[in-house]
């Protein structure tokens, strides 16, 4: 269904909560995936998928219908993530483990992962990245999205996201050849 569609049911009297219940079907699984690429852990992605819903529903009335919900979803979601990781950040503080490499081994304890030993590798190394690097990397890499698309996303310019995305993919060769 497109955007326009959903738009069209969403203006019609009574609409809203068939519109919404149409993005959530549309939108559910793609933003799960980005938010685990991000966060390693199931259960904190369907949280945070969850927190991503209600807050596209309460801005639902004030979203202007001129740019995607693809993108403000995807933006609304990551910035859900920034927080949540900005927060267990902060929780880890004191801890003799780095959170990095807390964050690293979420890859290679989730009883989820169906990956093989490569698979596994390379997203332990996108885990180490940093938190902006990890999502433009992800977005690019793993879900194929456009430069511009990302940019948007994370309110930057396609320039910078692609230089971003130069710098993680570097880093995590060099990784994976030295490790």
Avoid: C
């Avoid at 209600?54 to 927080?83: D, Q």
């Avoid at 390379?122 to 698309?149: H, N, T, W």
């Avoid at 310019?157 to 692609?162: I, L, M, S, Y």
């Amino acid at each position: 269904m497109t955007d326009r569609e959903i738009q069209e049911i969403y203006n019609v009297e009574g609409g809203h909560t068939q519109a919404f219940n149409l993005i959530v079907r549309e939108y559910s699984k793609r933003l799960y995936w980005h938010l685990r690429e991000l966060v390693f852990s199931h259960e904190d992605a369907d949280d945070l998928l969850q927190n991503t819903f209600l807050k596209a529903w309460k801005s639902l009335p004030s979203f202007r219908w001129e740019s995607g919900l693809y993108t403000w979803l995807y933006r609304i979601a990551t910035n859900e993530a920034f927080t949540f990781l900005k927060k267990e950040r902060i929780y880890n503080k004191f801890s003799l483990t780095p959170f990095e490499t807390k964050l690293a081994n979420k890859v290679t304890d989730d009883p989820y992962f169906r990956g093989d030993a490569i698979q596994m590798l390379l997203q332990y190394e996108v885990a180490k990245l940093p938190d902006k690097q990890r999502a433009i990397f992800s977005m690019r890499y793993f879900q194929d999205m456009e430069y511009k698309d990302i940019a948007t996303i994370l309110d930057s310019n396609p320039d910078a996201v692609k230089a971003s995305y130069s710098l993680a993919y570097k880093k995590i060769t060099k990784n994976i050849r030295q490790g």
